[in-house]
């Protein structure tokens, strides 16, 4: 008999909420194939999912936390990406920042498929709908799910090529929180702040240490070091730079759900196997703010 010690779990999960294929009650379940313990829906700066997921998670067997993933900018790092969890999903003021950040998403997803839409006709090609886009996104929307209408309405092969050709060239400047401001906001929630995937934020580990440093003196307690697209030895590193400085560990797949990124729930690209000691430290780091509050 498996005991939660010797399972595994998948704590980065998107589903139709943000820019992921799969809606949370379908991510959950394909957590629950997968035999995992536990997981954490993470929508890009959104959590209207995370009630379905709980349910799914219920009636499956499959412990769900609370999770967000919030895109943050520090001083020339831009699209710092951090991970929430433990918060309360119901908190105003967390819903607040989040309900305006999408107000200003819905704008420039509007603004991109304008400029796309240009493009297509320039090429005497059929413009995209936007209200197709998001009857298709069932939630918030983002450039791949436009990147998808491209490929069934077969202009592009696939997401590389749509956003080489069309997303990026036609593409409208994102909105970020202050990383130090979002810390704060998932504390308000009563959450822990995670840095995720860092080898994305910068391929140079000593620059990697002095931001880590100056996000500590912002409340940062964890670091996602169990990810997709990196070697043994790279997550390693990670676990040893998070023990150095006392902070959590943790990890997930970035599963999307996209056939072309080829990464798996729970396992990633293949070789990922995150412990369930990772959901231990996100609880034991909940209760210190909690008795610190």
Request: aromatic share 6%; proline share 5%.
């Amino acid at each position: 008999m498996t005991t939660l010690s010797q399972s595994f779990v998948d704590l980065h999960l998107h589903s139709t909420f943000s820019d992921g294929v799969y809606p949370p009650a379908e991510v959950v379940r394909l957590a629950a194939e997968a035999g995992l313990a536990a997981v954490a829906l993470c929508d890009h700066d959104n959590i209207d999912g995370i009630d379905e997921a709980m349910t799914a998670g219920r009636e499956a067997g499959v412990e769900v936390l609370s999770g967000v993933e919030l895109s943050t900018v520090w001083e020339d790092f831009r699209d710092i990406h951090l991970l929430g969890y433990g918060f309360d999903p119901h908190h105003p003021g967390l819903r607040a920042a989040l309900q305006e950040f999408q107000a200003f998403r819905a704008g420039r997803n509007e603004r991109i498929v304008e400029r796309v839409n240009e493009k297509l006709l320039e090429l005497g090609r059929e413009p995209i709908d936007l209200r197709e886009v998001l009857a298709s996104a069932g939630g918030t929307v983002g450039r791949p799910h436009i990147a998808r209408a491209l490929i069934e309405k077969k202009v592009v092969r696939n997401t590389e090529e749509a956003f080489q050709r069309f997303l990026v060239p036609c593409n409208v400047p994102k909105r970020f929180f202050p990383i130090d401001e979002a810390i704060a906001l998932v504390h308000r929630a009563g959450g822990v702040a995670v840095l995720a995937h860092p080898p994305f934020v910068t391929p140079h580990p000593k620059v990697l240490e002095i931001l880590v440093e100056t996000f500590i003196s912002f409340g940062l307690e964890g670091i996602e070091a169990h990810i997709s697209g990196v070697s043994n030895d790279e997550i390693d590193r990670l676990i040893t730079l998070a023990r150095r400085r006392g902070l959590i560990v943790t990890g997930g797949s970035d599963f999307h759900g996209t056939k072309d990124a080829g990464i798996a729930v729970g396992t990633g690209r293949g070789n990922l196997k995150i412990p369930y000691a990772c959901v231990e430290e996100i609880r034991r780091a909940l209760l210190r703010r909690s008795e610190g509050a």
